[in-house]
Every structure is written in structure tokens, then in C-alpha cells.
């Protein structure tokens, strides 16, 4: 299993991005998906999760309204929408994926290597 997260980058506070993780390995509608995020000198920090089906989703407080979660099976690739961006987002942002099929609260598995999200003031 793979996951290769994209779509990183300098951007000014106000301004959007969009992160991809593509995934291989899993079949397309089976798992759950993540974004984590962990800035300098920080703990690694929950973001959003969707479930295997698409029809659940949670965000943190810190991003509700900002940033949103979604996932495109047929691609097998997963996406954060971000706007409104501040500089407390700056991090480095992980995908995630859980086992097929697992309970919508189950543990991620399977991470990517991250991308560096950069938000200037």
C-alpha cells in the first residue's frame, strides 16, 4: 500500500489549496481517509477523516468551514479543499488510510510521506 500526498506550497493568509493523496494498493471505495497535520515543534494533529463510503466526514474546530474533505474512488485519490488559510496552518500535512472496510472510528494504517504547507502573513 502507497500513498503519495501533493499539492503543497507557499500561499498567502486568505488564500486556498488543494492536497491530493493518491493511493495504491487498496481497493478504490474500501477505506477510510485522513489528513493529519504537524507543525514545528508540535504534536501531530488530527484534521479531517472520511469514511470508506463517502457519506461521513469530521473536521477539527480549528478548520470546520475552512477546509473540506472529499475523495474521488473511481481515481483512488482522496483531497483536502483548504481556503481561508491562516498562518497556524503552516504544517506539514499527511495523508492517511485505514484497513478496508474498518469501523469509521478505526485506527489509520497506511500513511504518506507528507506535504509542506506554507502560510505567510
Known amino acids: 500500500v502507497q500513498l503519495q500526498a501533493s499539492g503543497g506550497g507557499l500561499v498567502q493568509a486568505g488564500g486556498s489549496l488543494r492536497l491530493s493523496c493518491a493511493v495504491s494498493?487498496?481497493?478504490?471505495?474500501?477505506?477510510?481517509m485522513g489528513w493529519f497535520r504537524q507543525a514545528p515543534g508540535k504534536d501531530r494533529e488530527f484534521v479531517a477523516r472520511?469514511?470508506?463510503?463517502?457519506?461521513?466526514?469530521d473536521h477539527a474546530d480549528s478548520v470546520k468551514g475552512r477546509f473540506t474533505i472529499n475523495r474521488d474512488s473511481a481515481k483512488n485519490t482522496g483531497y483536502q479543499q483548504m481556503n481561508s488559510l491562516k498562518p497556524e496552518d503552516t504544517a506539514v500535512y499527511y495523508c492517511?488510510?485505514?484497513?478496508?472496510?474498518?469501523?469509521?472510528?478505526?485506527?489509520?494504517?497506511?500513511w504518506g510521506q507528507g506535504t509542506q504547507v506554507t502560510v505567510s502573513s
Open positions: 494498493g487498496l481497493p478504490g471505495s474500501s477505506y477510510g
Open positions: 472520511i469514511s470508506w463510503s463517502a457519506r461521513r466526514t
Open positions: 492517511a488510510a485505514t484497513k478496508p472496510y474498518s469501523d469509521y472510528g478505526g485506527s489509520f494504517e497506511y
